[in-house]
């Protein structure tokens, strides 16, 4: 359904595409929902609903106006004007059709307690997510606090520390929407957060959780220290716990005369030392965490809530700052003024800067060790200028450790009494990587295991390692990284970043729009891995994806099976106008980089092959020394008959073995019960990876794999080397270690 023009979307109605028209969040609400996770029911007051709101109001013009003179690193200008943008959003009257839409929403969802929440369309990305920057208000009740609530959240797009981020990355103002998710509440017994992957070390066998009583704003907030455990991500068996004392937990207000929803209430003394959640709970939300790392094919920081035996999701997004290496430091050998918890690795030196409130942040100089009780978002700016961050309470999923890990600063938090303790301008040293403090200015005794690792993210291998990835975002970030360049560059991302079909866009004449989007996503791969190549999959949308493009329910049928259905190849070759404006795209970028090549994804016969082959071609883009032509191999047919596809001539085949594997197996990926028999390491999956590299290394082709496989299996990964593979494409958070495996694998074969 089209819901750009929508003010209310249920989460049922929403994927992860739909950040266009209702933000990160809701779009992680969304995408759960229909995964079957458990997430409480909401619905979504969209980024369309905003907009008309700024527009009837007539309030753009004003703000601008109000920004006009800021300069973002004076804070108490920053928070001056931000006060006074706020203010004019909420004394804008929302029009009475949008209070009615809302408040019939409230009514649909049963009214009662709801949490509301802010979505922008530019936060819970990879590397483009400061925690904490807008609102959200839990226990909302009546029809009119929801739409109050609703218009607060807006207000909050303009917090100063959101200001000050959107000017820090470059985001108009004004091209940053904000959707509103409204949810039942949950009255968390207890609640917490949780990584798919140590967040300190970015040890992906490892899955750690923080739990605390009460809701979970306590934690994230970093007003209470959490108990953490850490599980083993294979067999789901816990390697440690650390139990925390909670002295006070936040929830539900039962003070009618206070005005404020939420309170901090006392916990009985016999219950405060104790484990927040037993062991089966612990697997049982490790357990959700792996699925949820699995369908979103990448590692997830999630919120989870407790209440009675149910176990909720109410919030997920990509995990930032991946290190490409999870080896451990070594510690330093001195003794310790401060021990807490590694919230963010390195080590680092400088003067104390104790700050007690976000008022005096403009106190924290460039090499400053900034010092406080905890974080809140409206320190970020100082956090920028720190060389390290320490505070008195605070898990590692607490904000002040969060922003440290995306900024690349140490961090130790949780070190109890920090701002008694330590005193202003003297020197400390700050040891990230095992929470611990030492004063004066030490050095990490350089042994020969970490000369090991420091060498170890300059391996080179024989065998290309490429990376997945799909935002534009990253492209600057993961460039930076020991990678060869991009094995597969999704282009769905970018085409629901547009929000429109294709097709729909050609019919009303902006073909031309729709090219220069594309471009505008591809040049930005291009340009960062330049010359390292980039290869960019086309489109492979089904038609359910395709549907929820505005327009998309002119041009796509209803299938009972878009995974079977009209998708890849089959489209190019049927709808050649709509494909001709990628191929514009992709020869625009061309005439700036030449690194770009290109891929056919799903290509069920070789005459879809030979076809789509021939319209590149007559469209200027013929094979040649600096343009490589690839194609997908990751349906059955693609085995059976490969050297009949090698010979229409193209350069390199890509294994997509997550398809390959459901189609071999006719397993359906998504399915949680099947999922321990979707296994790529299935001898008739394993057979089939076998003859696809081997075949294309008799005939000259080069190979690829770009499916999850060898970031999940080293074994396999050791089998594809000694194939012959050409390369190994994937996600982002394993360059590093696959990187090694390969190394080890090369090793072992020249010893042979």
């Given at each position: 359904m089209q819901k750009s023009n929508k003010n209310i979307a249920w989460f049922k109605e929403v994927t992860k595409d739909d950040i266009p028209s209702v933000g990160g969040k809701g779009?992680?609400?969304?995408?759960?929902?229909?995964?079957?996770?458990?997430?409480?029911?909401?619905?979504?007051?969209?980024?369309?609903a905003y907009n008309g709101f700024l527009k009837k109001a007539n309030i753009t013009a004003k703000i601008r106006t109000l920004l006009k003179p800021l300069d973002p690193n004076k804070s108490k200008q920053l928070q001056q004007i931000a006060s006074e943008i706020k203010k004019v959003?909420?004394?804008?009257?929302?029009?009475?059709?949008?209070?009615?839409?809302?408040?019939q929403a409230y009514k649909e969802l049963g009214l009662g307690l709801v949490a509301v929440r802010s979505s922008a369309t530019a936060e819970d990305?990879?590397?483009?997510?400061?925690?904490?920057?807008?609102?959200?208000?839990?226990?909302?009740?009546g029809e009119d606090a929801?739409?109050?609530?609703?218009?607060?959240?807006?207000?909050?797009?303009?917090?100063?520390r959101a200001i000050y981020y959107r000017i820090q990355h470059g985001f108009d103002h004004f091209k940053v929407g904000i959707a509103v998710p409204v949810q039942r509440m949950i009255p968390s017994q207890t609640s917490g957060v949780m990584f798919t992957i140590e967040p300190v070390t970015?040890?992906?066998?490892?899955?750690?959780?923080?739990?605390?009583?009460?809701?979970?704003?306590?934690?994230?907030?970093?007003?209470?220290?959490?108990?953490?455990?850490?599980?083993?991500?294979?067999d789901f068996s816990i390697i440690s716990k650390m139990i925390s004392q909670q002295k006070h937990q936040l929830s539900l207000n039962s003070d009618v005369a206070n005005k404020d929803n939420n309170a901090w209430h006392p916990i009985p003394v016999q219950a405060?030392?104790?484990?927040?959640?037993?062991?089966?709970?612990?697997?049982?939300?490790?357990?959700?965490?792996?699925?949820?790392e699995e369908h979103y094919q990448f590692p997830q920081d999630v919120e989870w809530a407790k209440t009675g035996d149910d176990i909720y999701i109410v919030q997920t997004r990509p995990v930032t700052a991946i290190k490409e290496t999870a080896e451990e430091e070594p510690e330093i050998e001195a003794t310790a003024i401060l021990v807490g918890v590694s919230a963010s690795p390195g080590l680092a030196s400088g003067p104390v800067k104790i700050i007690h409130d976000a008022s005096e942040i403009d106190r924290v100089l460039d090499g400053d060790i900034l010092v406080a009780d905890m974080t809140t978002p409206d320190f970020v700016p100082a956090m920028k200028r720190a060389a390290a961050i320490v505070t008195d309470r605070g898990g590692r999923t607490a904000h002040a450790a969060i922003v440290s890990r995306e900024l690349g600063i140490p961090c130790v938090v949780g070190a109890d009494k920090a701002t008694t303790k330590l005193s202003n301008k003297k020197i400390i040293t700050v040891d990230g990587s095992h929470g611990k403090v030492y004063k004066g200015k030490v050095a990490r005794r350089i042994t020969t295991t970490l000369m090991t690792n420091i060498l170890k993210e300059s391996i080179a291998t024989k065998t290309k390692v490429y990376v997945n990835l799909a935002q534009p975002e990253l492209a600057d970030r993961i460039a930076a990284r020991n990678v060869?360049?991009?094995?597969l560059l999704r282009a769905e991302f970018m085409v629901a970043q547009i929000g429109e079909h294709p097709s729909y866009m050609l019919k009303e004449n902006r073909g031309d729009e729709f090219i220069d989007k594309l471009y505008t996503g591809l040049v930005t791969f291009a340009k960062a891995f330049n010359p390292r190549p980039v290869v960019y999959r086309t489109t492979d949308f089904k038609t359910n994806e395709y549907r929820e493009l505005i327009g998309g329910q002119e041009f796509e049928e209803v299938e009972e099976n878009p995974m079977l259905g009209y998708r890849g190849a089959s489209r190019y070759i049927t709808d050649i106008a709509t494909f001709k404006l990628e191929i514009e795209a992709i020869k625009k970028v061309r005439k700036e980089y030449k690194n770009l090549w290109v891929m056919i994804p799903f290509v069920r016969t070789v005459a879809e092959l030979r076809q789509t082959k021939e319209i590149l071609e007559a469209e200027g883009l013929k094979r040649s020394d600096d343009f490589k032509l690839w194609m997908m191999v990751e349906v059955p047919s693609n085995i059976f008959i490969l050297e009949k596809f090698l010979e229409v001539g193209i350069d390199g085949i890509s294994i997509g073995s997550n398809d390959l594997t459901q189609l071999t197996l006719g397993i359906d990926r998504d399915s949680a019960r099947l999922a321990t028999t979707f296994d790529e390491r299935n001898e008739a999956v394993v057979t089939a990876l076998e003859r696809a590299i081997k075949v294309s290394k008799s005939m000259g082709v080069t190979s690829s794999i770009c499916g999850q496989a060898p970031s999940d299996y080293p074994e396999l990964t050791e089998q594809l080397v000694s194939w012959g593979i050409t390369s190994v494409s994937v996600n982002p958070d394993v360059i590093g270690s696959v990187r090694a495996i390969i190394a080890k694998a090369e090793a072992k074969l020249k010893t042979k």
């Open positions: 779009a992680n609400l969304g995408e759960m929902t229909r995964a079957n996770i458990p997430v409480p029911p909401g619905f979504i007051v969209t980024v369309n959003i909420m004394e804008s009257s929302i029009s009475p059709e949008l209070a009615s839409e809302i408040k990305l990879p590397e483009a997510s400061f925690a904490g920057q807008q609102s959200t208000y839990l226990n909302i009740q929801v739409v109050e609530a609703v218009q607060k959240c807006w207000a909050s797009l303009f917090e100063s970015s040890d992906s066998e490892k899955i750690i959780i923080e739990a605390i009583y009460g809701l979970g704003e306590g934690l994230v907030s970093g007003e209470v220290t959490p108990d953490l455990y850490i599980v083993n991500k294979k405060q030392e104790k484990q927040k959640i037993s062991d089966d709970d612990i697997i049982r939300i490790a357990r959700l965490g792996q699925h949820l060869d360049g991009v094995g």
